[in-house]
């Protein structure tokens, strides 16, 4: 719709103006054009403007295929459930509940392999169900009943954490443990070396995971709905949206993402821990907003969460490669966040 | 005034205390409720528990001493989650007559409450700090050591283990109440973990990447451990460098076992409940308070360093007799 709007505001422009056409096109508002079309650019310049700081500062010792890889495994977790993230927010919707969703299924496959005696293969699928059901409830409630997203995931984390400390009694699998009976379990910490870099299988299942979002949401119809459900979700539902269906599903599919999640974050730290992922929630909304999605819905592009994510990482590493204090890393994020929220502001402007 | 007076005296036939802890789910605290439980059925003590919902949750815990203060209690065990901002209900409590008993985090300031029953953890620190030094011998001269905390507001536990650390390993402290001002060149970063696996790789994989060459890495806690080895592994350098941390969880001794961690000191949460317990019904019956251990500002419920790898001059008990008294 906005399209729409966009389009006959400059035909009239067009039209009423023409003696002044070229003075609309300075140099900055061909950048508003170009920023605006493409949601995930800021994000980059300020991701490639940070390497380059940080590598001006550090040398080799940041700007190493070492160092820039470690940061991917860095975030890959954040990334991921950045992911899941991106896309309740696209619907103008928000999931406080994914760092519980994340941990909770850990658990769940961890402790069903050692406790219950399960395959680690059927214990894995059991997490990932018990994510996707989790899903299925927000979605559910959202879409049918009405609630608002924000406080059925609030709710939602409390139960789904409540549910993780119950369940494992805070009992810690230990990594020996799952290296010696269940390896499978650790699949995503594997890692190999290209060069120098280190990859690990959860690295690169998060940029897979990225760029098949990013397909599905620019080249098929569930995606354009899912941009038109935030957008305007009446307008989408008298254009033959099933909006309830797509709300829900887009849930769902933040639950088995954030199960995932929990499959990655037991590769990388080795064992299950139920203390993990208490703020993914939060974090996992830094990226995205730095990533120039908008939190109002229907804008946004998941490469930018990709590339929002990255950007905490290099300021994280980046500045304890500097040695300052972490406090001055929430302090620059937190500046991130409100300068990524006014650029935001300024590029919508250019549709007015 | 008079209420005080009157309270223990009137509470003597029917003694009961109250157990406030941090949350239901550390296994820490877990333990320590098993041990005020089990002391108090032994003592014909009745005890109440409550527990914050999460860590930091300072409100249910101010709602808990304020119904133990209705239900005529004698005395309060307390982990307090905000150890300044709990003084004033505490004071209440003390006010009204009841023993307020501090079990594990001190109060600010300490003697906030009537007494203080926790582990040394500045001597915790110490003795993994001086393992360290001795298992490095002349080495130690060119270590390379990375400090893996628990927060950036520094929490005392997290200071007194630090700095307790430092001084075991012979490295001059700056001010003994902060971390992070040493000047010694052996030292490559502080990092924080939030003390679970997550914080501990991450904060690990941090300072490697500043200094590749770590050989020593004080932890603050067992979980924060298990990250770090994980990324060491990554690195592969877990064979040669030495993991020290604080705490004797079972995992945590296990992992001593397993040879990921080098040294850990225990603590003894079960002791600081059940002796809590004992001086609450002393205190009930008689109107003793429980003295603090000589030169001490607290009574220590004591600290062992669990190693299979013993340094001379550093006592320690083995792994197996550190899983008979392990917790959670």
Redo the contacts between chains.
Sequence with gaps: MSNQTEADTSLVNRAETVASFEHQHTLLSRLQHALHSNPALVPLIVLVLSIVVFGALLGTKFFSSFALTLILQQVAIVGIVGAAQSLVIMTAGIDLSVGAIMVLSSVIMGQFTFRLGLPPAVAIACGLAVGTFIGFINGWLIARIKLPPFIVTLGMWQIALATNFLYSGNETIRAQDIEANAPLLQFFGTSFNVGGAVFTYGVIFFILLVLVLAYALRHTAWGRHVYAVGDDPEAAALSGVNTKGILISVYMLSGVICAFAGWVLIGRIGSVSPTSGQSANIESITAVVIGGISLFGGRGSILGMFFGALIVGVFSLGLRLLGADAQWTYLLIGALIIGAVAVDQWIRKVST | MCLAALTPAAMAQDVSACLITKTD???FF?KMKEGAEAKAAELGVTLKSFAGRVDGDHETQVAAIETCIADGASGILLAASDTSAIVQSVQQARDAGLLVIALDTPLNPIDAADATFATDNFLAGELIGKWAAGTLGDEAANAKIALLNLG?SQPTVDVLRNQGFLQGFGIDLGDPAKW?DETDPRIV?H??T?????G???AM???L??DPAINVVHTINE?SA??A??AL??FGRENDVLIVSVDGGC?GV??VR?G?IGATSQQYPLQMAALGVEAIKAWADSGVKPEPTEGKDFFDTGVSLVTDAPVEGVESIDTAEGEALCW?
Excluded: F, M, Q
Excluded at chain 2, 194 to 198: I, R, S
């Design positions: 789910t550390n296994p877990v950036i992070g970063g990092d924080v939030a003390g679970n696996e997550e501990g790789r991450k994989e941090n300072l990447a500043k979980p298990a990250g080895y994980e592994k990554s995992p296990a992992n397993d990921v959670g």
